[in-house]
DNA sequence: CAAATAATTTAGCCAAGACTACAATTGGTT
DNA sequence: AACCAATTGTAGTCTTGGCTAAATTATTTG
């Protein structure tokens, strides 16, 4: 009974297109901690001259414990250099990721702020929806609020 | 060297509101699955008839022993119901969520369109970024797009 | 109807990301 | 110099969501 009922080809089509979706979000899901840890640590170090694991703790609402851990997998993968008992640093790496994603995410806050959402929203939500869009989504956000100016 | 150099407030500010941005996360990653599965499998029942499990592996793109597992947690939990080697269906709760999901993604889509994005990309990005949506944000979707027309 | 094929279930493995509890180090104060 | 508090590190546990491999059940077909 697996392959009855064709009916709606569009559907079908549709849900192909989904698969590659999927494939596309645990893609994402894959690189969010690392991007959400570097411009964590490169927006410390341009306030605070430093990055501490006690702050990205705080910053995330986690314990420090966990923060150890990811730090010692994002060294591992050539984001950040961590010195014992030592506070954090991006390698340039990490730091192009880093200003990529400050960009992204600026964009995304002013696209939503540009279609009426208040701002503290718009920062919630930016947060989550950042790691999900596409170059060409991005592109069309950035020319919608530069067209609305 | 904690709480010196205060310098800007603003972005302290910013950051306040980034570690609820991040629990808004966290939590939207815990129902991304259960939605996603309880969407597939009504749309895959409205199609076919039926959803079985090798459906949705294939739909997702995972293997079938993953959906298994999956969907004992989402019996469990009370979306779906499921008799061994049958064909599984949705709890009334289920398909609350599903409506819901479906609803949603209809709108992101569509208002990823109406900025321009192509059907293509909408379509998967639409599948990353419809979780981490809110409310709000949500509206304004919607509303812009009939505005629009 | 018996055998082959397909689908489902189960078991066991792994990595990520969360936690608690405890150990070690650093740095500032007395 | 020595102590104490804060910070950092480590060990061990849990859940989720992937996987492979093997066992079981259903279905189709010769």
Redesign the interface.
């Known amino acids: 009974?697996?392959t009855?009922?064709p009916?709606?080809a569009p559907?079908?089509l549709?849900?192909e297109?989904?698969?590659?979706?999927?494939?596309?979000?645990r893609e994402?899901?894959q690189s969010e901690t690392a991007e959400?840890y570097v411009e964590?640590i490169a927006?410390l170090i341009?306030?605070?001259?430093?990055a501490?694991v006690?702050?990205l703790a705080?910053?995330?609402?986690i314990t420090h414990a966990t923060v150890n851990k990811t730090v010692a997998r994002l060294n591992k993968e050539g984001f950040v250099t961590n010195e014992k008992y030592r506070s954090l640093f991006l390698t340039p790496k990490g730091q192009k990721m880093a200003e990529a994603c400050k960009s992204r995410h600026e964009i995304v806050v002013g696209f939503?702020k540009s279609?009426?959402?208040?701002a503290?929203?718009?920062?919630?939500?930016?947060?989550?929806?950042e790691?999900?869009?596409?170059p060409?989504?991005l592109k069309?956000?950035a020319?919608?609020v530069k067209k609305k100016k």
């Not at 297109?17 to 979000?25: G, K, P």
């Not at 503290?120 to 929806?129: F, H, Q």
């Open positions: 009974m697996t009855t009922l009916k709606n559907s079908g549709r849900r297109i989904r698969a590659a979706a999927f494939e596309q979000v994402a899901h959400d964590m927006d341009a306030e605070k001259g430093e501490r006690v702050d705080s910053a995330f609402g939503l279609i009426g959402v208040s503290r929203t718009a920062e919630l939500d930016a947060e989550g929806v790691h999900h869009i596409s060409e989504t069309a956000f020319a919608f």
